[in-house]
């Protein structure tokens, strides 16, 4: 095992790529903002790898400022200006009051109320659900390491099998499966992913385990009328991504064509989701009686704008590993290593999921790789279960990095380091991914 783990090192893109990721820790540790971490983290890969001052520098920026990025940006600023437009109109506490009424016991709605968010494919979406969170956890005295593991964990366990999530969509191309197989196959991963956050709630205050009284009359309907800010969002995305397609394939655009051009690939990604956002604020604005000065105060506050940086530096991290073609390199080292099979589909999506932070991040390096690797060996008739290993081992290396915006928000929000926060969700990825690994040996036994 020793002579391995030597061998694994000495490996060219396997050592770089992994020491420029505990570089990345090491200096986060020192305090050094997590943005400006990974571009450094981000400059050194580059070298690394034998990139060039300028061919790092012009990566960084096409990251940056590609489409993608833009989007992406576009989006949090929108979310977070609906965010704080809720919570400023005592929306926010209103859904909280009403969940937890529902729901009756406050552990229920803190687990619910981020699962709920989590149906949004936004990117920093676990800083949506925070207030949430905080509210219904009311004055117990809870953690914020464990408020923070709650709200990010339950954040994300439909992110497995949930159609509006890019990373299922681009996971079901590399497959070449149908959405519903792909669907089918996945969603006992989110289950999985659910009962591992239990163990999150040991210990946790015995108030937020009592059973309220029943809810009174019509409280469903005024959740529903609450909660319209969130769901209108995924109604218009759906809506405006079949409109979007209808009118491009009209025109003679194929999927091919339009992922081929990265403003119309980005524009059909992301502009239904910035559409669903600016309609969602517009709707809550007058739904509370806020005129258009009310959101103008709100976007011009600085803190709105604070995480762009994070997320186009984190843009930028993945153009320079993009440009190293790191995952390729690494999934060659691993096949001469002599490597089985199983482990290189294990670890392969996962230290691409703890380097990006993205599922589209792990599926895009990995899965090409491994899907050709898995079909050309005398494993092919399992390829289906392989696959399903493979995005559950990068899923969870997506949880445990720090490099998840999620993460980094959440735990901004409670104000709590890293260290209490992995204290409650590593024993809860184990348990998800022991579960896993089970679910990918009965497959594998049924020939799958």
């Known amino acids: ?17 992994i020491g420029s990721f505990c570089l990345i820790l ?28 300028d061919q790092i520098a012009i990566a960084s920026l096409r990251g940056m400022l590609s489409p993608g990025s833009i989007g992406l940006a576009s989006i949090t600023v929108l979310l977070l200006g609906l965010s704080q437009t809720m919570r400023g109109a005592g929306q926010l506490g209103e859904i909280v009051k009403l969940a937890k009424l529902l729901l009756r016991r406050p552990a229920i709605a803190m687990a619910a109320l981020p699962a709920l968010i989590g149906l949004l494919p936004m990117p920093g979406g676990a800083l949506f659900s925070a207030p949430m969170v905080e509210s219904a956890a009311g004055a ?33 191309d590399a497959t070449h499966w149908p959405l519903h197989t792909f669907v089918l196959m ?35 309907r005024r959740l529903l009328r609450s909660t319209s800010s969130i769901w209108i969002v995924p109604l218009v995305w759906g809506v405006g991504t079949a409109v979007a397609w209808t009118v491009l394939w009209a025109m003679g655009f194929s999927r091919g064509d ?51 940086f994070l997320v186009m530096c984190i843009m930028a991290f993945q153009r320079v590993l993009k440009a190293t073609d790191a995952g390729r390199a690494m999934g ?34 990995s899965f090409p790789i491994i899907h050709d690797m898995v079909t050309a060996s005398k494993d092919e008739p399992m390829a289906a279960s392989y696959m399903i290993l493979a995005y559950a081992c990068g899923h969870i290396g997506m949880m445990l990095t720090p490099l998840h915006v999620c993460h980094v928000v959440s735990n901004k929000y409670f104000e709590t380091p890293f260290a209490p926060v992995y204290k409650r969700i590593v024993p809860a990825a184990c348990i998800t991914l022991a579960l896993g690994i089970a679910y990918f040996l009965v497959l594998r036994a049924l020939g799958m």
């Open 1 to 17: 095992m020793e002579a391995f783990f030597r061998e694994l090192m000495s490996a060219d893109a396997l050592g770089a790529t």
């Open 26 to 53: 090491v200096l986060v540790r020192c305090k050094v903002p997590l943005g400006a971490a990974v571009l450094v983290g981000g400059a050194v890969l580059g070298a690394l790898f034998g990139l060039g001052p």
């Open 140 to 172: 117990a005295g809870e953690s914020g390491g464990r408020l923070s593991a709650i709200n990010y964990w339950y954040r994300h366990i439909w992110e497995h099998w949930w159609p509006l999530y890019p990373g299922v969509l681009l996971a079901v």
């Open 186 to 220: 996945q969603i006992p991963l989110g289950v999985f992913m659910a009962v591992g956050g239990l163990l999150i709630f040991r210990g946790l205050h015995p108030d937020l385990r009592v059973r309220g009284v029943s809810p009174p009359a019509g409280t469903k």
């Open 258 to 308: 339009v992922l081929a051009i990265a403003w119309l690939s980005a524009a059909v990604k992301y502009g239904p989701l910035i559409l669903g956002l600016v309609i969602s604020l517009l709707w809550t604005s007058r739904m509370n009686d806020m005129g258009p000065g009310g959101l103008r105060k709100i976007f011009a506050r600085p803190s709105i704008y604070g995480l762009v």
């Open 332 to 365: 060659t080292e691993l096949q001469a290593m002599n490597v089985a099979v199983v482990v290189v589909v294990a670890m392969l999506p996962f230290i691409s999921g703890m380097v990006t932070g993205l599922a589209i991040g792990f599926v895009g390096i």
